[in-house]
């Protein structure tokens, strides 16, 4: 896995995610205290300066770009787009 060098929230994944699928995320997601996990850490972010240094890597997508993508994909297979099922196995 390679970082890009971003940080970007659950609820921000989220909110691309349900929007993008043209629902509001606030009908469908309960927050549950008891599952939020305490921060072990302030931050988390992946560095990408080796594998942008050494193979020349930039990435294709940006965060948004890529969480429509995987909306996609998931929508695709529950609509039974064989293709799609395929794809993702792979």
Request: charged share 30%.
């Amino acid at each position: 896995m390679v970082g890009t060098g971003e940080t970007h929230t659950v609820q921000e994944c989220v909110e691309i995610a349900f929007d993008h699928a043209d629902l509001d995320w606030r009908e469908y997601v309960v927050l549950d205290p008891k599952f939020v996990r305490p921060a072990e850490v302030d931050l988390l972010l992946g560095d990408a300066a080796k594998a942008r240094r050494q193979l020349g890597w930039t990435p294709g997508v940006n965060f948004e770009q890529l969480v429509k993508m995987m909306v996609d994909s998931d929508l695709a297979i529950a609509r039974g787009d064989r293709f799609a099922v395929r794809r993702a196995a792979a």
